[in-house]
């Protein structure tokens, strides 16, 4: 069985806790993005470039289209993940969606097992956490096995709502899978449930552009 080690279940964990910060506005480094005016989107394409240690030996070959008023998140703070990306739209300090991007090996073949570890650690983590579903599933055009949640966090006497997939999805050229994570609060206008979650909103748009390379 392959096993997620300890820094990148810290790192996954770390991923989804910080729905609720928001991404700085600086230009993130690394791969580069490519402003695409006519439909108000940026292009990131993942590179090997500056890459260390496990997203060097793991490295996956991918792109993706993202609302040009998201922000990438600097490398720096999220250094375990290829690429973090975060929408604009914030209430009481919560983005509205967010997705990003890592890796898993082994094929679908280990993601039931994959995702009770990567369930374990969420349990510690989120506040009224539940494990909504997990099983096989499209990720636009690629096969996926994924992990759906749901979260509360009470703030200030306010209640965020936070929905969440974890997607393993399966590599066609039979090499490292991508790690999709994808999640959405209350502060989205159309989100209300985590059947929404890259249904509604505007990530429905990033995963229909997703592409391994």
Same mark, same amino acid.
């Given at each position: 069985?392959? +096993?997620?080690?300890?820094?990148?279940?810290?790192?996954?964990?770390?991923?989804?806790?910080?729905?609720?910060?928001?991404?700085?506005? /600086?230009?993130?480094?690394?791969?580069?993005?490519?402003?695409?005016?006519? $439909?108000?989107?940026?292009?990131?394409?993942? $590179?090997?470039?500056?890459?260390?240690?496990?997203?060097?030996?793991?490295?996956?070959?991918? /792109?993706? =289209?993202?609302?040009?008023?998201?922000?990438?998140?600097? =490398?720096?703070?999220?250094?375990?993940?290829?690429?973090?990306?975060?929408?604009?739209?914030?209430?009481?300090?919560?983005?509205?969606?967010?997705?990003?991007?890592?890796?898993? +090996?082994?094929?679908?073949?280990?993601?039931?097992?994959?995702?009770?570890?990567?369930?374990?650690?969420?349990?510690?983590?989120?506040?009224?956490?539940?494990?909504?579903?997990?099983? +096989?599933?499209?990720?636009?055009?690629?096969?996926?096995?994924?992990?759906?949640?749901?979260? =509360?966090?009470?703030?200030? #006497?306010? $209640?965020? +709502?936070?929905?969440?997939?974890?997607?393993?999805?399966?590599?066609?050229?039979?090499?490292? #899978?991508? $790690?999709?994570?994808?999640?959405?609060?209350?502060?989205?206008?159309?989100?209300?449930?985590?059947?929404?979650?890259?249904?509604k909103g505007e990530l429905p748009g990033v995963v229909r552009s997703f592409r391994f390379g």
């Amino acid at each position: 069985m392959t +096993r997620i080690g300890t820094r990148r279940r810290s790192a996954l964990l770390g991923l989804v806790l910080a729905v609720g910060v928001a991404g700085s506005a /600086s230009p993130a480094a690394g791969s580069p993005t490519v402003e695409t005016a006519a $439909t108000a989107t940026k292009t990131y394409v993942n $590179t090997p470039s500056g890459l260390k240690g496990d997203l060097r030996r793991h490295y996956v070959d991918f /792109s993706f =289209r993202y609302p040009s008023a998201w922000t990438r998140v600097p =490398r720096r703070q999220d250094p375990l993940n290829f690429v973090k990306v975060v929408s604009d739209t914030r209430k009481a300090g919560f983005e509205a969606e967010n997705f990003a991007v890592g890796w898993f +090996r082994g094929g679908l073949r280990v993601a039931p097992a994959l995702l009770d570890q990567i369930n374990a650690d969420l349990r510690r983590g989120f506040p009224a956490y539940k494990r909504l579903s997990t099983g +096989r599933t499209r990720f636009g055009r690629y096969a996926g096995y994924q992990l759906r949640f749901s979260s =509360r966090v009470v703030q200030g #006497g306010a $209640t965020t +709502r936070i929905w969440g997939r974890v997607v393993l999805v399966a590599n066609p050229s039979g090499g490292n #899978g991508a $790690t999709v994570i994808m999640l959405a609060s209350s502060a989205s206008p159309v989100v209300r449930r985590v059947a929404d979650v890259g249904v509604k909103g505007e990530l429905p748009g990033v995963v229909r552009s997703f592409r391994f390379g």
